[in-house]
């Protein structure tokens, strides 16, 4: 769970989504240019393993799967935050949820 601030920060695939509709990559969105080639252009949102540095939960202290995060995807969930910056999008007052 991302906030739509933080949306514009997750990376995108070098190949186009088959499901147009709300896709991030396809032409029709603007997400993509005919002809770009992804692999010289996305320097930035490229993953690269040597130098990103996954983060610790700043909750439950395990190894966030995604760089940039603070927070991993089950405690950004339960509590209802963002898992990038931590603002609150969802009320979880009345959701019944478990502990684990």
Same mark, same amino acid.
Not at 72 to 94: P, S, V
């Given at each position: @769970?991302?906030?739509? *601030?933080?949306? *514009? +920060?997750?990376?995108? %695939? !070098?190949?186009? &989504?088959?499901?147009?509709?709300?896709?991030?990559?396809? %032409?029709?969105?603007?997400?993509?240019?005919?002809?770009?080639?992804?692999?010289?252009?996305?320097? +930035?949102?490229?993953?690269?393993?040597?130098?990103?540095?996954?983060?610790?939960?700043? !909750?439950?202290?395990?190894? %966030?799967? $995604?760089?940039?995060?603070?927070?991993? $995807?089950?405690?950004?969930?339960?509590?209802? !935050?963002?898992? @990038?910056?931590?603002? +609150? !999008?969802? &009320?979880?007052?009345?959701?019944? $949820?478990?502990?684990?």
């Amino acid at each position: @769970m991302v906030c739509e *601030k933080c949306e *514009k +920060k997750l990376g995108r %695939v !070098i190949t186009p &989504d088959p499901w147009k509709t709300g896709a991030r990559n396809t %032409v029709e969105s603007g997400g993509r240019k005919v002809g770009e080639n992804k692999a010289l252009t996305a320097k +930035k949102a490229r993953f690269n393993p040597y130098t990103a540095k996954f983060d610790e939960c700043k !909750i439950c202290r395990m190894k %966030v799967h $995604q760089v940039g995060s603070h927070y991993c $995807q089950a405690c950004a969930y339960k509590k209802g !935050i963002c898992a @990038m910056c931590g603002k +609150k !999008i969802l &009320d979880t007052k009345n959701y019944r $949820q478990s502990s684990t």
